[in-house]
């Protein structure tokens, strides 16, 4: 593994940070934690600040303002070198698929005992993957990513994916279908198939769903 690594940490929770930077410091003495943000846009402005482009970016999934996925996306395409590894007390298996979907190289659980970042690391920079019991690579080669959105391993068209969007905000049905140019009844054909993908009963249960796989509204 090469020499002083450089690090990039998001986690909103001080205490929890700078306890793990502690680890990683005396785990990894050849890495270094360069730029630390309490959620994804305070870590992209010292990244950006730093003028240095990280070897790996350690996300927390649950932040305010930018959460892990979002900032996840934005350090892959800022970033294309740097490999992202999230850490976070979720263990949903639509919510970490939805992560590797998306181009996340590692997966973590905060829990984890046995958690050693010295080998983490080296696995990720020699082989591009942490691949633990967490990580989870879906063949895409056939699917067609135009016609179909994903949420964790759960399949959506493009319409209601709109539609769950539009959902998880205010609006009310009827608001809805005057947003997407249909019928009332057609909604509530459009919800009823998502409420019954991810196996919820209301827009409270949908939010709490999503929340749970990393998907704040």
């Known amino acids: 593994m090469q020499s002083n690594l450089l690090i990039a940490f998001a986690e909103d929770h001080i205490g929890v940070r700078e306890a793990f930077i502690d680890v990683i ?3 990894s003495p050849n890495s270094s934690v360069f730029a ?8 992209l402005q010292a990244i950006k600040q730093s003028k240095k482009i990280p070897d790996i970016a350690i996300l927390d999934l649950s932040m305010p303002i930018m959460d892990g996925t979002a900032t996840a996306k934005e350090i892959l395409a800022l970033y294309p070198t740097t490999k992202v590894l999230i850490l976070s007390f979720v263990v949903d298996d639509n919510t970490i698929m939805n992560l590797f979907n998306i181009g996340v190289h590692g997966y973590l659980v905060k829990t984890d005992s046995k ?3 010295e080998s983490v690391f080296l696995e990720l920079m020699e082989t591009g993957y942490l691949k633990n019991q967490y990580f ?18 759960i399949s959506f068209n493009h319409t209601e994916m709109r539609f769950l969007k539009l959902k998880l905000t205010n609006l009310s049905l009827k608001e809805i279908a005057v947003e997407m140019c249909v019928a009332p009844k057609t909604v509530e054909n459009y919800k009823d198939a998502v409420y019954e993908k991810l196996d919820v009963g209301s827009r409270h249960e949908l939010v709490l769903k999503l929340k749970d796989m990393g998907i704040e509204a």
């Open 25 to 27: 410091n005396k785990q």
């Open 36 to 43: 630390v943000g309490t959620n994804g846009k305070e870590l």
């Open 115 to 117: 958690l050693n970042f």
């Open 136 to 153: 989870r690579k879906q063949k895409t080669e056939d699917l067609n990513w135009d016609k179909f959105a994903f949420i964790g391993n």
